[in-house]
């Protein structure tokens, strides 16, 4: 059974910057594509960012050009680099493994506990 541990959530100012990082156990990792969700009070979960095996990524708009996803498989980890960072941005981010060619659909695939951002002056 794959696990996934968040971690690197905080508060920060709007402007600032964070990293969250992913922790994922299991031989699966490396052959699936990995995502970074989150979800804010009274809203729906909604993909942030997305990285298939081959390293191909897509973005939310609202947080392109500000955001990068990234992974490193011989470390079983993910990556999410959040420049400019503004209050709209404050949700709990969650880390998502899927399954091959199963899209981006918030409601599949392995989730971990998440960590929450929070961006405010």
């Known amino acids: 059974q794959v696990q996934l541990v968040e971690s690197g959530g905080g508060l920060v100012q709007p402007g600032g910057s964070l990293r969250l990082s992913c922790a994922a156990s299991g031989s699966i990792f490396s052959k699936s594509p990995m995502g970074w969700y989150r979800q804010a009070p009274g809203k729906q979960r909604e993909l942030v960012a997305g990285i298939t095996a081959s390293d191909s990524t897509i973005y939310a708009d609202s947080v392109k050009g500000r955001f990068t996803i990234s992974r490193h498989n011989a470390k079983n980890m993910v990556y999410l680099q959040m420049n400019s960072l503004k209050p709209e941005d404050t949700a709990v981010y969650y880390c998502?493994?899927?399954?091959?060619?199963?899209?981006?659909?918030?409601?599949?695939?392995?989730w971990g506990q998440g960590t929450q951002v929070t961006v405010s002056s």
């Open positions: 998502n493994l899927r399954a091959r060619g199963s899209g981006w659909s918030p409601d599949s695939g392995s």
